[in-house]
């Protein structure tokens, strides 16, 4: 009903804005609804004599009362304003005909109305124009755009106009409202959290905003809805009295007991219970439980059980069925030196003894060592440690009466890693303890790969020192025997022979092979180092002098220069490095080059110093000025002492630090245009042209810049 009342008032809000008719003809102006009527924007002409105004005179509305037509502006069409207001009417005095409002240079006087993008005839054109007295005849009526609540339609416009309006269809469960959180102009819109206010209760609402998880709504008469808190398992929702709110509570009942009419089995009798077996009303004994009823009673001696000093247990039971030895072995069939040995000590001592006569067999049984003993492999356990921390149990030290170490026992173990260095074992968890050889003394420390993985360990205890001598040989190959593998040259490693595989000989070939490279003197004053990094095959042809050594190098090496082999295979010096740079600006056609199109630049990657510049064309003595331009820092400094042109017929020229200086190519560079002084070049300098001028016809031109490093 809310939203229906407020749509209501927003149409009667809205409804003086429908009234956008520009022309009406009426019996009486005042006839036509006020609702409808715009300030100088609803012109009427009125049919008969009312009101104060004449039959056939125009009136139109000034927002209060209806003036006469003879107060509107009068222009020609020349004149109309050219941003009137919306739906300002105006008076033509000069149209040529009725309807058209913008064709002046006649003498007809009708009513135009301005409705935001062009002016539309009202009405008038006949005789002297309109005005008291005039007639007209209304052919439109219009109400205007008033999308998106309603549509609108007019009848008879030019008769009895009626105009109808109709709420535009809308898309469902929208409503016409402002934007949500801001001012603006309404819209058609989904509603939002923020349009619904907070109910009250009195009209059919909690009054509250939020909700306690879990808990219960509690009445207030008039006020907002009270929440209890949440309860927890098997709690009950208990009334606190008539002036009070209920809450969570223990169950009425709850621990109170089971029901006293069931059967149970108590220590002394309870008057409370009427169906309880006491257990004090039984005699002293055995329970004794009932198939099927559940009755406890007292167990018989003898019948139900055995007990001290009554009934022997028969030999169907598992007895003797007698109260004396004699009798037992009467009633089991046994005669003692027949069927049994008397007066036998055995010690029960695990992995020692076994008996092996079988039943039945005469004679005293022959005692036999363990195979295990015979083996020895009671001594051995699997390794459970790590590298350089062993730990193993065999049952040489398990199975003694108490676990120690005896002093020269032997024990072992596999090994499940090999060592790195110095080792320790644990064995049976008796203590740590140094493993130690006899390679240099008694208590010498493992080296690495002493223990190899897998390999069986055979220790004896030294209890003056408390270490375990290595008994088994060590991993390592013998100091004097070959290591490694074949071709693999041996080298002393610690006291050692070692092999290994980045050092070979293959005595087929006759080739030694080293794999990290090779350092021939003393590099501390003089040596020669061949590093690993040559790849492929490269053969190196070495000289001798007189006394045997070898010429790798000859001659004085001036610095920043390269290095070559000469025809001795000797290393002289190879002179000055360079690295020219090359701008070349070509048509590919015959067409001539504009000094416009002489551009480019060169990159340089490394630092040097320029020594040379050279130009050339194809033709003419066309001219180019370079500049050293620096992107870091955006230093520019010309390169030449001014513009340098090539010779005579583009043939070469070039300029140098020195005038008439020879150029790297032999000719001789130009007489006066010289290098700067900026010629020093960083690693990413740019050399670009500056300006260059076009003299003769030349298609192609070049630039040459070269920088010594």
Known sequence: MKVRRYLLLLFLLLCPLLAEAGFVDIDNCDNFPTVQRIANGTFCLQRTTASGRDAGTSWVWSGSAWKSQDTLDRVTVANLPGSPTLNQVLVVTDATAAGSCLTGGGTVNIICQWTGSTWVFLGGGGGGGPGPGGSGTVTSVSAGGLSPLFTSNVTDPSGAAAITFTLTDQAQNLVFAGPSGSSGAPSFRALVSADLPTVAVTQGGTGLTTLTAHGVLIGAGASNLAVTSAGTAGQCLLSNGASADPSFGVCPGAGTGAPTTSTYITQTPDATLSNEQALSLLATGILKNTTATGILSIATAGTDYYAPGSTDVAVADGGTGASTAAAARTNLGVVPGTNVFTQRTFQDQSNVLTWTDGDGVSGNPAPKLTDQVIDGSSHFATDTGTANAYAACPQSISTRTSAALADKSIHGFTAANANTGASTV???????????????????????????????????????????????????????????????????????????????????????????GLVLGSCGANCVTIGQAVTGTWTYTYDTNANGSFLFSTGTKTSGNGTKFNAAGQVVDGGARYKTCQIENDTQSATVLTSAQITGRCDIDVAGTLVEVAVYASTGTPSVLLERWRPNGGAVADLTTATLPTQASGAYQCARSSASATGIAGITCHATITLSASTTINAGDVIRVKSASITGSPTWHHVKATVQY
């Open 426 to 516: 644990n064995f049976c968890i008796i203590g740590v303890r140094s493993i130690v050889k006899v390679a240099g003394g008694v208590t010498t420390a493992l080296a690495a790969n002493d223990i190899r993985a897998g390999q069986n360990v055979i220790l004896q205890y030294n209890s003056s020192n408390s270490t375990f001598q290595m008994q088994s040989p060590v991993g390592n190959a013998p100091s004097g025997l070959p290591d490694g593998s074949d071709t693999q040259v041996q080298f002393n490693d610690a006291g050692a022979f070692r092999g290994d595989a980045g050092f070979t000989y293959n005595k087929t070939t006759d080739i030694a092979s080293l794999a990290g």
